[in-house]
């Protein structure tokens, strides 16, 4: 890697986590405000989006490997079909939130939508991710000295 560009890394390093703390308030936030899973997944890709085109596509694999993102998406789906498997074994309908807290259904929605949200953040942040590792990844059509 060039080593130029020190106020770009500089300002990258101080972003990414800032960008990973906004991320995690718009996951949490968002059953009261607008957000939630899929603008939360997709503002934490963007982390490691911005850290990959500022450092390179190795030093970010080095941080966010791509094994964990391939379980990522993985995961995330299983958590938001998991919800609903768990509220059908209840007793309840699929994805029936009142089935986490029975006696206060309104409790309930509030678990059941913040799991859901969560499971929906991790598939989004996994698939971006990875579709960012495809495209940076692959090597190109045209040589630069070809231009």
Avoid: C, N
Avoid at 44 to 60: N, P, T
Wanted: proline residues 4%; charged residues 10%.
């Amino acid at each position: 890697m060039i080593q130029h560009h020190l106020i770009l890394r500089v300002v990258t390093k101080l972003l990414v986590g800032t960008i990973i703390v906004f991320a995690l308030y718009v996951q949490f936030h968002g059953d009261f405000s607008p957000g939630g899973g899929f603008q939360a997944g997709v503002i934490m890709a963007v982390a490691f989006i911005i850290y990959g085109i500022v450092f390179g596509l190795e030093k970010v694999k080095q941080v966010f490997p791509a094994w964990i993102v391939h379980k990522m998406v993985a995961l995330g789906v299983l958590i938001y079909a998991g919800t609903g498997v768990v509220s059908m074994f209840l007793g309840y309908d699929y994805l029936d939130y009142g089935a986490f807290s029975p006696h206060h259904p309104t409790h309930g929605q509030h678990w059941g939508l913040l799991i859901v949200e969560f499971g929906v953040g991790v598939t989004v942040t996994g698939v971006m991710v990875a579709i960012y590792y495809a495209f940076a990844g692959r090597p190109p059509a045209i040589s630069d000295e070809d231009w």
